[in-house]
């Protein structure tokens, strides 16, 4: 099955008002790409982001975050209704930087899940094990038990849109990146759990890898067979480097 690549950008909290309009304006300049590009400003930037990229097909846009309520007495929360407003595609959701910081579960991720779904967003689902895990020999059973709290909610049929993104939480911002063996492995294993539940889901499930991922390491990473795309971080605040990645990705 040939599944579409992604290339998403995520800059986490960084970012003004002068540096995102260089960046994005720098990004259109690229021209088409075959895969879907991707970026990712925090909250306050949605706007201006919508706007630069209003007169082209070429970047869509995707949140960092949405709250699992609909809307009430929640300072300091975003819900998904709201990003109806902003022209978001896509919604990050279980970063394992809102886990380990923020305390979320298995299980507020799968709401949020929900909460995303019940709209017309896609959730880019992310998973991924600390290296003690990794050491421990449980990398593949940390993956399964973060997909079996969505599986559990939403059922297997979700999967048909959701993209999952495999971020080894050792590889972030470490320049640590896995090896393409290494993600490879892992994106062969969670493609193989979903397929418990349906075969054909499995197939069609794009599964970003994530985690330092560079100019320099995206084509190896895209040449596997289960690599559908990457989730970005430190890479993706430069435009430079960030086009590289997506012409890898073809
Ligand atoms: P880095 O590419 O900076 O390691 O970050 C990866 C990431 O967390 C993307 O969501």
């Not at 949020?112 to 593949?140: V, Y």
């Not at 069609?204 to 067979?225: C, D, H």
Request: net charge negative; glycine share 8%.
């Amino acid at each position: 099955m040939i599944r579409q690549k992604i290339v998403a950008g995520n800059w986490k909290m960084n970012g003004s008002t002068e540096s995102i309009t260089a960046l994005v304006t720098d990004l259109l300049k690229a021209g088409h790409s075959n895969s879907e590009v991707v970026v990712s400003p925090s909250f306050p930037y949605l706007h201006l982001v919508s706007t630069l990229c209003a007169q082209s097909d070429l970047i869509k846009l995707a949140a960092q975050n949405v709250s699992d309520k609909e809307s009430g007495a929640f300072t300091g929360e975003v819900s998904a209704s709201m990003l109806e407003d902003f022209g978001v595609k896509y919604v990050l959701v279980g970063h394992s930087e809102r886990r380990s910081l923020y305390g979320e579960t298995d299980d507020l991720v799968a709401l949020k899940i929900q909460s995303l779904l019940n709209k017309d967003f896609t959730p880019m689902f992310c998973i991924g094990e600390t290296l003690e895990e990794r050491e421990a020999g449980q990398t593949l059973a940390v993956c399964e038990r973060q997909i079996q709290a969505v599986l559990s909610l939403l059922g297997v049929e979700a999967f048909n849109r959701i993209v999952i993104a495999y971020e080894p939480v050792w590889a972030i911002g470490t320049g640590l990146s896995a090896t393409s063996e290494q993600a490879q492995e892992v994106h062969c294993g969670i493609r193989a759990f979903i397929a418990k539940s349906s075969d054909l889901v499995a197939q069609r499930v794009q599964i970003l890898y994530g985690g330092s991922v560079k100019a320099s390491t995206s084509r190896a990473l895209f040449a596997m067979p289960d690599i559908d795309g990457a989730l970005v971080g430190g890479a993706s605040l430069d435009a430079k480097e960030f086009l590289e990645i997506v012409k890898a990705a073809g």
